[in-house]
């Protein structure tokens, strides 16, 4: 497994300053966009089930920045990061929150089915691993039309125990697709530990690729340079021909499985802990070294924009009911 670490002690590359404030905005916007909608869900003001991923900003800042923009992705359903990250304006995410016809699903899909292939994102899903196999058939088609394109699917720990997660990883490796699988290690398959559920060390996660002969890179998700930089380096070795990558990245849910999850099942110390410690957007700030007249201007331009979202969502369209059924199939 190579590792961020080795890279840079090879002589690899680095993030700049101006680049890691970038990612820094980024990051933080993910992080009031979902404050802000917890808020308006806790009000009954959103339906359905809602699940934010507050504490992995890093990893949806940091990955899809090292895309290409005729790449695409294919999230969970913990996907309002990575739908902002791939470039869906934040209006467009919290009217499909809302239900309303100018949501990026046309208010079909609502939190857990954000759509945008127009950006490059084929769809969070509810189905764990259910987005991985439709990422192996993108790449099957880039390579099948010789196009220099990476496909992506991210994935949670729980994932690796599906069915499928097997099947994709194995088909990929055989066919040598430009895919790359991010697997998005927090340590909780909803509201069981690892250890519960994983015959390996939570660590060791991705030696799961092992058996497929599938490379692995493996950062810190905390860190938003390692995270890029790990991804620059799988897309490079995804697209060059060599096949699909793991990338296996240790992140912290910082939060509950969802909005209202009252985490029973979750020493609470070590969750003070891991929010004092491991929370990536103080890790960036403390490292950029940003006063908080550096910060307060960033924090009040992305809470703005936030909230502007809001507005335009409770403006936006009701979907006419004769419209319900319009694109069901079977």
């Known amino acids: 497994m190579a590792t961020v670490e080795e890279k ?25 966009f979902e404050e802000k909608v917890e808020e308006r869900f806790r009000a009954g003001e959103l339906p359905g089930f809602l699940h934010v991923a507050i504490g992995q900003e890093a990893v949806a800042t940091g990955v ?18 990575h739908a ?67 496909a992506v699917a991210f ?3 729980g994932a690796t125990n599906a069915g499928t997660f097997h099947e994709s990883l194995n088909l990929a490796q055989l066919w040598k697709v430009p ?3 991010v697997l998005e290690n927090n340590g909780w398959a909803e509201s069981t530990p690892a250890k519960q ?16 002969g599938m490379k692995t890179i493996e950062a810190d998700g905390q860190d938003v340079e390692a995270v890029h930089l790990a991804a620059l380096a799988a897309r490079e070795h995804a697209v060059s021909g060599k096949g699909p990558v793991l990338l296996h990245l240790r992140t912290y849910r910082l939060t509950g499985h969802y909005v209202g999850d009252p985490q029973v099942y979750r020493d609470k110390e070590e969750l003070r802990k891991e929010r004092e410690t491991k929370d990536p957007i103080t890790l960036l700030r403390a490292r950029l070294e940003l006063s908080d007249d550096d910060f307060e201007p960033v924090d009040s331009e992305v809470t703005a924009e936030v909230s502007a979202s809001v507005e335009f969502a409770k403006a936006g369209t009701d979907p006419r009911p004769e419209d319900a059924l319009k694109y069901v199939y079977a």
């Open 197 to 212: 559920e994983l015959p390996l060390p939570v660590d060791e996660l991705g030696k799961r690729a092992l058996a497929y």
């Open 64 to 81: 899809c920045a090292a895309l290409e923009g005729d790449d695409v992705i294919a999230s969970t359903h913990r996907a309002h990061g």
């Open 8 to 32: 840079a002690e090879s002589g690899g590359r680095r993030v700049s300053e101006e680049v890691l404030k970038g990612f820094f905005r980024e990051m933080l916007l993910i992080r009031r």
């Open 179 to 181: 895919a790359v699988f």
């Open 155 to 157: 994935l949670g720990d």
């Open 84 to 150: 902002i990250a791939k470039g869906t304006p934040v209006e467009r995410i919290m009217a499909e929150l809302y239900g309303k016809v100018e949501g990026c699903s046309h208010g079909y899909g609502g939190s857990m089915h954000l759509y945008d292939v127009e950006r490059g994102n084929l769809g969070a899903n509810a189905v764990v691993a259910g987005g991985i196999p439709g990422i192996v058939g993108a790449a099957l088609a880039f390579q099948m039309r010789d196009e220099t394109r990476v």
